[in-house]
């Protein structure tokens, strides 16, 4: 049951970082975390399912914005477990509903409808104020409350409410990726013609994907609700979904931790530029570009790469002595 | 009088996305940065028409200005970018950078360009009171639509990007430079661009927002009138434009959503868009 | 009475391209047929539209009673007709096994398997382990597929097909690209097959006219002749199809 032990043991990190890290590194670590849940949501999609989606805040936000809207409007008496399912439900009908039309469209088509889905649901959220309270967004949101967790030092039980259920998300995500799904997922991005020979109904897999990277999402952007306790338009904004693949991208696309890794990279980056000066969007165009130049297969292979060359470059430098040694 | 300002409007669109889509089917480049040529375009007219007072020249700097950047841009990182992924993460990285500095250039606070001299009226047509600025636009769109048709379908270079288009490979066989085609199509679709930014001004004003605004219209555009085709944007832009204008004017609640219902249309029946090649 | 496969004047068209026209094959089960034809004759069109990977714009197809003309390429694998590819077309990123397992779990196997990790599931992962043992792929079965070398992947390509229980394999150049080592050790691996219809794609004629019970030959996009092996080397049409272009040769 090696897995169960490492769950517990990531649970076991994760609750103990949250509990005593400072203030400024306990909300980045909790940012960090639901930012990985998203992005873990876009790797399933990309790195296994081949698909690249531009507007999968289309889910983040419309997952955020139910909760959000049920919390601030106390429409429902059923508290966060409620709100929560409801806006997981929605989302994942909405899905079900889009997904049909939009994974009709292939290749580029496809990265520019999920764009489009994004952009529409972004202006529906600036347009319906009485619903939505547009531009400014909804307050009030109560994050939940749950009183064994507040026992917990540090104070804050829904950190540790988020840890628990991003690392949970990840186990049942892990497991998807080893089952026959994930296998199913993986071998279409790399041969569709081979899949369908071998009787696996392409298209209902890549739906399938689809509609649960969305509650995914969903769930995400619902968590990340609670967090602010406040809505925004921008939970549907093209910076949004563009920041997400960012992560997947850094992390290393179609592995279990590269959604963390990612995360944790571009939320630590673009808090302290954030901090540094207003226009901090600048400095951040300059990571995405150095990234992508640099790090094409994610940090890691990076990290890896530079070890590598370190380690070759020592080599020579040994040797070198005794080449001297030989001519002279 | 909705209809000529969502004709109008789709006349802009249809200068901003006809050089994304072309890119785009000859290249498969994505371009996310396509938005910033709008931007930098309508900053440096608004400048120049502040400074020297006249819009023409405005839009013949802004424009070339635009082509600048992007060609620049093109040789030093844009070939870069060799992955549909890279190439929308590094052109996001790169219209964030722009739009950065135009706020740092410039402010940000939302400008409108001052009418051109003796366009600033209204005409009486059919009963309808039409501002004559708006009907000026329909008219340049419809030229740009003509020319460039004229040009892709009637002249050598135009048959050049047709067959580039169609088969790349088979152009690179015969001896032609499709990258050189390739990147002058860039520069002019960013040029193209740059005069949108200025030619809106007097109407949708100039500030931060509109280059965003631009890009995702402009992707919609491409989704439903196809890669690569200078018809289908036209088509695709005018229906984008008049849907958009139309739905708000009845039911502002909808906005977005108006343009739902042309898209899903194409992915039922027709994913590869009104006139897409592939 | 109807063949195990059989085609009604089935074609295909690409606007004005007539690729495939008019083919009425009738394969009886158990029979092994090899379609053989000069280049562009149209016959690896003819496996995508039997496989389904092209919809044919006229004719039927008929497998093993049922009009299949209709269905899906997954639909077809599920009712027991495999096909393996002319340009090798492996998983590259898996390994051997996981490769078979999937094999063997597409035929039956459901989309709404989650939890369950693939190579937990026992059944399937026998069968595969099994097929692996009886084509000595067994030493391999953990390695990537993209470090075999060329001949071993023709022959898991094969190997694969069996995987997915088939009533019929279609076998598209099975020999494409490899050296004369390579290719008897595929012929070899072809004749063990078990009891299978067989309709075999091939180039190289010695290996046909070794493999298989009846032959037909195509050429621009039609049925040229059908018969036995030595019916159809006698046939003066099939003749100058291919001995029409060495008379051409000789000065």
Redesign the interface.
């Known amino acids: 049951m090696r897995g169960l032990l490492v769950v517990l043991a990531a649970l076991a990190i994760g609750l103990t970082a949250a509990a005593v890290l400072p203030v400024f590194y306990r909300t980045l670590l909790v940012q960090a975390a639901i930012w990985a849940m998203f992005c873990l949501s876009v790797d399933l999609l990309l790195g296994h399912a081949g698909l690249t989606s531009l507007g999968h805040a289309a889910f983040f936000g419309l997952g955020g914005y139910t909760a959000g809207i049920l919390s601030a409007r106390k429409l429902l008496a059923g508290g966060w477990l409620l709100e929560t399912l409801v806006a997981v439900v929605v989302v994942a009908v909405f899905a079900a509903a889009v997904g049909l039309l939009v994974l009709r469209a292939r290749g580029t088509y496809f990265m520019m409808v999920t764009l489009a889905l994004a952009q529409i649901l972004w202006g529906a959220a600036q347009v319906s104020r009485g619903l939505t309270g547009g531009d400014d967004g909804l307050r009030g949101i109560a994050r939940p409350d749950i009183p064994l967790l507040s026992l917990l030092p540090g104070g804050n039980g829904y950190y540790y409410l988020v840890i628990v259920l991003v690392v949970v998300v990840f186990a049942l995500v892990h497991l998807l990726h080893r089952s026959p799904f994930g296998y199913a997922l993986n071998g279409l991005r790399q041969s569709e013609t081979r899949m369908e020979a071998l009787g696996y109904n392409v298209f209902l897999y890549k739906y399938l994907a689809f509609v649960i990277s969305a509650v995914i999402a969903g769930f995400a952007g619902v968590l990340f609700v609670y967090y602010n306790q406040y809505t925004h338009p921008n939970s549907f904004s093209i910076l949004t979904s563009a920041q997400v693949l960012l992560m997947a991208f850094v992390g290393g696309p179609g592995t279990l931790l590269g959604p963390g890794i990612g995360a944790l990279a571009v939320i630590g980056v673009q808090d302290t530029l954030a901090a540094a000066t207003e226009r901090w969007q600048l400095p951040m165009g300059l990571f995405y570009i150095a990234v992508v130049l640099l790090m094409p297969r994610g940090v890691l292979e990076f990290v890896r790469d530079l070890a590598r060359s370190a380690a070759q470059r020592k080599a020579r430098l040994e040797r070198a002595p005794d080449a001297a040694a030989e001519q002279g | 009088m909705q209809l000529v300002n969502g004709a109008s409007y789709g006349m802009l669109l249809f200068l901003v996305a006809v050089g994304l889509s072309l890119i785009l089917g000859l290249m498969g480049y994505v371009n996310m940065a396509h938005g910033a040529f709008v931007a930098l375009g309508g900053y440096v007219g608004l400048a120049i028409a502040k400074s020297t007072g006249s819009f023409w020249l405005a839009i013949l700097v802004g424009a070339l200005v635009a082509g600048l950047v992007c060609a620049v841009l093109e040789r030093v990182l844009l070939f870069r970018f060799k992955t549909h992924l890279t190439q929308v993460l590094g052109t996001f990285g790169i219209i964030l950078i722009i739009i950065d500095a135009t706020l740092i250039a410039w402010g940000g606070v939302p400008e409108t360009m001052r009418m051109p001299a003796g366009l600033g009226q209204f005409v009486t047509i059919l009963d309808a009171r039409l501002p004559v600025y708006r009907l000026v636009l329909i008219v340049v769109g419809v030229l740009a639509f003509v020319a460039l048709w004229w040009f892709q379908e009637r002249t050598r270079y135009g048959a050049v990007v047709r067959a580039g288009l169609d088969d790349p490979q088979m152009v690179e066989a015969i001896g032609i430079n499709v990258g050189l085609v390739s990147r002058i199509v860039f520069v002019c679709g960013a040029c193209l661009a740059g005069a949108a930014g200025v030619l809106g001004g007097p109407i949708i004003g100039v500030n931060p927002l509109v280059p965003w605004d631009f890009l995702l219209l402009s992707m919609v555009v491409i989704v439903i009138g196809g890669l690569g085709s200078i018809r289908g944007a036209f088509a695709a832009a005018l229906i984008v434009g008049v849907t958009d204008n139309v739905g708000r004017a009845l039911v502002p609640q909808l906005a977005y959503f108006t343009l739902f219902g042309p898209m899903a249309l194409l992915l039922v029946f027709r994913p590869s868009g009104l006139f897409g090649r592939r | 009475m109807v063949s195990f496969l059989q085609t009604t004047r089935l074609g295909r068209s690409f606007g004005g391209l007539r690729a495939v026209r008019d083919v009425a094959l009738a394969v009886e089960r158990g029979e092994r047929r090899g379609i053989i034809g000069p280049n562009g004759a149209g016959k690896t069109t003819l496996f995508h539209l039997l ?3 092209l919809k044919p714009t006229e004719g039927q197809i008929w497998f093993d009673g049922r009009d299949i003309t209709r269905l ?4 077809r ?2 009712t027991g007709l ?2 393996s ?1 002319q340009i090798t ?6 390994t051997v096994l ?1 490769m078979c397992v ?2 063997v ?3 039956h ?1 459901t ?9 937990d ?1 026992h059944p399937e992962r026998a069968r595969a382990e099994e097929l692996l043992d009886t084509w000595g792929l067994r030493e391999l079965r953990n390695a990537p597929i993209q470090a075999l070398s060329y001949g071993d992947q023709r022959l898991l390509e094969i190997v ?1 097909a069996l995987a ?1 229980d088939p009533q019929l394999i279609l076998l598209d150049e099975p020999t494409a690209g490899l050296s004369q080592v390579e290719s008897r050790q595929v012929i070899a691996a072809i004749k063990r097959l078990p009891h299978l219809t067989l309709v075999l794609i091939e180039h190289d004629l010695s290996v046909v006219f070794e493999l298989v019970d009846s032959i037909t030959v195509m050429n621009q996009g039609q049925e040229l002749a059908t018969g036995t092996p030595d019916t159809v080397r006698m046939d003066p049409r099939v003749q100058q199809v291919y001995l029409g272009e060495l008379v051409e040769d000789v000065p």
Do not use: I, K
């Open positions: 496989s389904g990977h899906a390429a997954h639909q694998a599920r495999a096909r590819f077309n492996l998983l590259q990123e898996m996981e999937m094999a779990y597409g035929r196997g989309p709404f398997a989650f939890l369950r990790p693939l190579l599931h694969v997915q």
